[in-house]
């Protein structure tokens, strides 16, 4: 069972930036892609972004595209999450997870997120 522990949420003004990081262990992480998840208050938990498992790739959601960068580092088991130009619609708990599709109900397990408040 992989672990997961998401860190560098925060608050963040309209048009500021963060970056999310996510440490992984328990498996060979750098053999899986990676994807990281957000749930807004009142919503369900929706995919983000993604990344194959040599970072050759990415893929985003529309509503975060052009403003979100995904990375990893694999020597350090890590994937980031580099957000720009920030919007009060961003404000949710953001999870990372070993990539199986877009659709948050084919996982099973989450680690404990990293809370991301935009005011405005």
């Known amino acids: 069972q992989v672990q997961l522990v998401e860190s560098g949420g925060g608050l963040v003004q309209t048009g500021g930036s963060l970056r999310l990081s996510c440490a992984a262990s328990g498996r060979t992480f750098s053999a899986y892609g990676m994807g990281w998840f957000r749930q807004a208050p009142g919503k369900e938990r929706e995919f983000v972004a993604h990344i194959n498992w040599n970072g050759g790739w990415t893929e985003y959601a529309d509503s975060v595209k052009g403003r979100f960068t995904i990375s990893r580092d694999n020597a350090k088991n890590t994937v980031y999450l580099q957000m720009n130009r920030l919007k009060p619609e961003d404000t949710a708990v953001f999870y990372c997870?070993?990539?199986?599709?877009?659709?948050?109900?084919?996982?099973?397990?989450w680690g404990q997120g990293t809370q991301v408040t935009v005011s405005s």
């Open positions: 997870n070993v990539y199986k599709g877009r659709d948050p109900l084919a996982y099973d397990y």
